[in-house]
């Protein structure tokens, strides 16, 4: 099955829901919109008219991507990292699960499954955040869109200089994994921990905690 996506622009993309992504609905989706200028670009990004807020919109690599909810295996990890996080960072800062992120990485808007950044970078008016404030996001792979996390979101998180990208990868070649990326500079993440699936693994200051992996 397809369903149209009509933007405030005129134009129409069609996603498919009806793939096998392993557990997850579709995340398949289709460019709504090819840009040359970045603010034109964002600009009919924040026209968008989605079916509901459960949908995303991404610009990734000059192209916006819809794609739909995900599913329950999808977001009871989410769900999970998130209490985690929770009982460990302090009062002032956020914990956001729906929060686009501009990294400054050419033509990119991501929205990570999870973002943690001070209360006080937050801009109240504003549509999305400024990348270089936040501490740490989290990836969690779909079938359809694991290289995108594993590499363009990779790069991009790390010439924000996010100080801690941690990859939840459900569909790693041999294994599910963790991965936690760390020491940004030049486009890249310089240091890297990966456990598989049912193997704790730390997150280092200023969060400080270890998260438990084997409900995942």
Known sequence: MTRAITTLSGVVSTVRDDIDTGGDRAVTAAPAY???????????????????KGWRAEIIEGRIVITPPPGNEHNLIASRVHRVLARAVPEDWEIFQTAAVDTGFGNNLYIPDLVVIPQDQVVSHGTYLDGSNALLVVEITSASNADVDRTTK???????????????????????????????????????????????????????????????
């Open 34 to 52: 090819v840009a040359s200028v970045e603010d034109e670009l964002f600009e009919v990004w924040e026209s968008l008219d989605l079916p509901n």
């Open 154 to 216: 990779l790069r991009g998180y790390a010439h924000a200089g996010i100080p801690l990208y941690l990859l939840i990868d459900r569909f790693a070649k041999d294994q599910p994994t963790v991965t936690l990326h760390s020491r940004p500079s030049n486009d890249r993440y310089w240091d890297q921990r990966r456990v598989p699936f049912g193997e704790p693994i730390g997150i280092p200051e200023p969060f400080d905690l270890t998260l438990e992996t084997k409900e995942f």
